[in-house]
């Protein structure tokens, strides 16, 4: 294992519009110890030509021969990381040019085995918003039942001092389940207040968005949190109230 070495773990699938910027926004980082590792979950567009077309000795592609979801293709690239520290960045998002340093040396110089940070919200187009979703300074496992309050395009976690540790398979939430597994292991998350990369949102509105999360929600409270139908009932009533109140509070104008 490289002790300074980062992993970035990409799942790809039909992105070829935004693929190419997002490995770019890799390759811009100012900390160039790191391996990509993408993932292509048998796309159909020509997502994976355009990723071949970056002849870069640390851009890794692996192909799937099947659609097997997200939390398989990040898991096969977590299997096949070299580096200490295991990142995640979507095939649609971005990251600021000075992330992977800034998180590194904060993780290093406070001992931290699990970080994340703030990030900016850009929409289906690329275009800023002008707005940002503030971390909070400090996570725990209970506060992350509650929701998912770690953006998984800034996580970052130490194999050093957790070893790998691996995604749920189930098709949705599966980093969430990550980040509880984690939480699980170590006292907290902390973060970088900084926004460090940028999310893409869809085209869904924001209701609408929260209500499609309904049924994936209570399926991962049942099936990877262990709780009774009550239990995840109850979950899901408290998710909803502090998934309004997070992004009410803690959006701010960029």
Not at 209 to 229: A, C, E, M, T
Request: charged share 25%; net charge positive.
């Amino acid at each position: 294992m490289n002790s300074r070495k980062v992993s970035i773990i990409t799942p790809l699938y039909n992105s070829e519009p935004y693929i190419a910027a997002t490995i770019d926004s890799v390759l811009n980082q100012s900390y160039k110890d790191f391996e990509m590792i993408i993932i292509d979950d048998h796309s159909q567009d020509n997502s994976v030509a355009i990723v071949k077309s970056y002849a870069d000795r640390r851009i890794r592609l692996i192909c799937l021969t099947e659609n097997k979801g997200a939390g398989i293709a990040r898991n096969k690239g977590i299997e096949e990381a070299e580096g200490r520290y295991i990142a995640f960045l979507d095939a649609d998002d971005l990251w600021l040019p000075y992330k992977l340093e800034k998180q590194i040396n904060f993780m290093k110089s406070r001992k931290v085995a699990f970080c994340f940070s703030s990030f900016y919200l850009i929409d289906a187009n690329g275009d800023c918003l002008n707005k940002y979703r503030q971390a909070l300074p400090r996570v725990d496992y209970h506060q992350m039942l509650k929701n998912n309050y770690i953006g998984c395009l800034t996580a970052i976690y130490d194999t050093g001092i957790l070893g790998k540790i691996y995604m749920s398979e189930h098709k949705k939430r599966q980093d969430w389940g990550l980040w509880l597994e984690i939480l699980s292991k170590t006292k907290w998350a902390e973060s970088i207040q900084e926004p460090l990369a940028y999310y893409r949102l869809g085209n869904q509105s924001l209701s609408h968005s929260k209500w499609s999360l309904i049924k994936p929600n209570y399926l991962f409270y049942r099936d990877q949190v262990g709780l009774s139908v009550l239990g995840a009932m109850t979950r899901i009533l408290l998710f909803i109230f502090y998934y309004f109140h997070y992004r009410i509070k803690y959006t701010r104008a960029k």
